[in-house]
């Protein structure tokens, strides 16, 4: 099974990221992680890439959290959606959140890349599942 | 004497009565006919107009008709008016009152005259019978009807117009000042409705406060529109108000407690929200740690994921105590309010905080010369200064020291506290909406935790106040809070 190079983590729950990371880790699901803990960290690691485009340094995946401080989810889908295109490489984007509200699951539905909606807690087998299908 | 033969014997056929005016405004002559239809001897009673309004005429026509006499003889505008006579007998009949152009029939005659043809009324068709109705209607309905009249400048009322604004019967209402008659902050209004209706003959209808003469406001109906003369000119307003204080003040309270029901609605479907989502997140990380362990099989890396559960424990402990202080918030929102000096509730939370402010050289300033004390929950009012005050320090300016500014003044009858600082600030463009919510943090420290300004709004919504903010960017931030 061929493995996917980079996924991407946006979440400020420091106990989750950390238990999805070992997760990872033990059933070798990439070879590489990155974690950011609000969408502002992330958007500027993002912003900073288009200026040096290093396609290893690009995400294959990215599960983002809704409620963080700074700049919460949906901001930064706003703003990821202006550059994604430029980065010039297909990223799947999951958000993963605790909120059960329909109108955050309706929300993104209507956002064209975002490709699934996870309610907390995911499960290995979800993990596993999502890594899978990316590779193929 | 009349010149005009035919007119003559139209009169006489007609058999009415009627005054000619003559040059000299203080005779008038009366007709035969006239002494004849009150049953009154030439010699008996003293034809002039004084006679006529004080002896003759109903008391509720005197002050029309003598504006209509009186804009006949100087101006010529004609008239026609009904109006009750007294009879010799003491009763009264009506009778239709017109001048010459209001006549029917097509002649001219070279002096004025005024003609009064009397009404025969069906027996059930009572003159009084009928004022009788439109006074029950007006005082059970209290609906007042009035008459602005442009040409004579002139504003006009009737008995329960002038009742229900508790005016005297006697009292004439002011053209000039007719603005007082509302409430001050209904002015703007009723101007607006009356120079539409008076400009454009727009007609209104609304609802406004107005003040007695005994300085009580209450609701009223008005409603408005404007008289126009023969050639379409707007000449006065006619309309009526409508006290509908009782309905209106029940209607505003409705409102009111509807709004509070929305608010607490509100706060409860986002405090079930906040429950959820933040037990959740728990919970999740609970079920993801147990599957992690479960999946793992070096015994070595289980006993390590073992005391990750202690971590959750905590954080789970940690919420479900803030979770316990909103709950206490909306119990203990009726426990006893009483007088707290703003010194007071200050001095307790600067010796808590004591450390903290001395560390941070912050510099504490106060103004409670316009308002001192204030009937609160004592326990609140610390816990917003404190949280308030710690919030300033936290995220104070790096370049300079903190200063914090609490003021409490008084305006407009309400009360308010407002306190400044010279902080970071907040970037209210990004986080106007969040300020106040659970878990939201927009600052880098560490121990930003979210949970300060979500209870204060909530201490402060419980007892019916509000908290509004003003910041700028690496200016500083101004909390304005309305008891």
């Known amino acids: ?136 | 004497m009349l010149k005009n033969e035919l007119f003559n014997n139209v009169v006489r056929d007609f058999n009415t009565g009627y005054w000619e005016l003559h040059n000299n405004p203080d005779r008038e002559v009366w007709s035969d006919q006239f002494y004849q239809n009150l049953g009154f001897e030439e010699n008996e009673i003293e034809p002039n107009l004084d006679y006529f309004l004080t002896d003759l005429l109903h008391k509720e026509d005197i002050e029309v008709f003598r504006d209509n006499f009186f804009n006949y003889r100087n101006n010529n505008i004609n008239f026609k008016q009904h109006i009750k006579v007294k009879t010799k007998d003491g009763e009264y009949k009506l009778f239709r009152c017109a001048t010459n152009d209001e006549l029917p029939v097509n002649i001219k005659a070279e002096i004025n005259l005024v003609f009064f043809f009397e009404i025969k009324l069906e027996p059930e068709q009572d003159i009084s019978k009928d004022n009788f109705y439109y006074k029950e209607t007006a005082q059970m309905t209290a609906t007042g009807s009035w008459y602005v009249d442009f040409k004579k400048k002139r504003s006009y009322w009737d008995f329960e117009t002038r009742r229900i604004l508790e005016y005297p019967d006697d009292y004439i209402p002011s053209l000039k000042d007719s603005a007082n008659y509302y409430a001050e902050d209904c002015r703007q209004q009723a101007a607006d409705c009356f120079f539409n209706c008076a400009m454009a003959g727009t007609p209104f209808n609304t609802e406004i406060k107005m003040v007695t003469a005994n300085n009580r406001i209450f609701w009223v109906r008005a409603i408005g529109k404007a008289v126009y003369n023969e050639n379409k000119e707007i000449i006065g307003i006619r309309g009526v108000f409508q006290d509908i204080d009782e309905i209106k003040t029940k209607e505003l309270r409705l409102k009111k407690s509807l709004d509070i029901i929305a608010s607490q609605n509100s706060r409860l479907f986002n405090f079930a929200h906040i429950v959820s989502h933040n037990l959740r997140s728990h919970t999740s990380n609970l079920s993801l740690l147990v599957q992690l362990i479960e999946d793992i099989d070096d015994p070595q890396e289980k006993i390590g994921l073992i005391k990750e559960i202690r971590q959750i424990s905590y954080s789970l402990n940690t919420t479900i105590e803030h979770l316990n202080e909103i709950v206490a918030i909306h119990t203990n929102k009726d426990q006893e309010k009483k007088a707290v000096k703003f010194k007071d509730a200050l001095q307790i939370v600067t010796n808590g905080i004591g450390q903290m402010i001395a560390q941070s050289k912050a510099q504490i300033k106060t103004d409670f010369s316009g308002l001192d004390e204030i009937d609160y929950i004592p326990a609140y009012l610390e816990s917003i200064m404190l949280n308030l005050i710690t919030n300033a320090i936290k995220y104070k300016h790096p370049d300079r020291d903190p200063t914090v500014e609490l003021k409490a003044y008084e305006k407009d009858g309400k009360k308010f506290l407002k306190i400044s600082d010279n902080g970071v600030g907040i970037d209210l463009k990004l986080f106007k909406d969040k300020i106040f919510g659970m878990y939201k943090t927009f600052h880098y420290n560490e121990d930003a935790v979210g949970i300060g300004l979500f209870l204060t709004k909530n201490q402060i919504e419980s007892l019916n106040g509000t908290i509004s903010v003003d910041s700028e960017v690496n200016k500083g931030t101004t909390f304005l809070i309305e008891f």
């Open chain 1, 1 to 136: 099974m061929s493995q996917i190079g980079l996924a991407c983590i946006i979440d400020d729950d420091s106990m989750y990221v950390n238990l999805v990371k070992k997760i990872i880790e033990a059933k070798k699901l990439c070879k590489n992680l990155m974690i950011f803990p609000n969408g502002m960290e992330a958007l500027d690691y993002f912003e900073a890439l288009l200026t040096s485009l290093n396609k290893k340094c690009i995400p294959e995946i990215i599960f983002l959290d809704l409620n963080m401080p700074i700049m919460d989810g949906w901001e930064f889908l706003d703003n990821f959606t202006k550059i994604k295109n430029k980065l010039g490489k297909t990223i799947t984007l999951y958000i993963v959140s605790s909120s059960i509200n329909p109108t955050d699951i309706e929300k993104a539905r209507q956002i064209s890349m975002v490709k699934d909606y996870l309610i907390k807690p995911v499960t290995i087998e979800d993990l596993e599942a999502i890594f899978s299908n990316q590779v193929l």
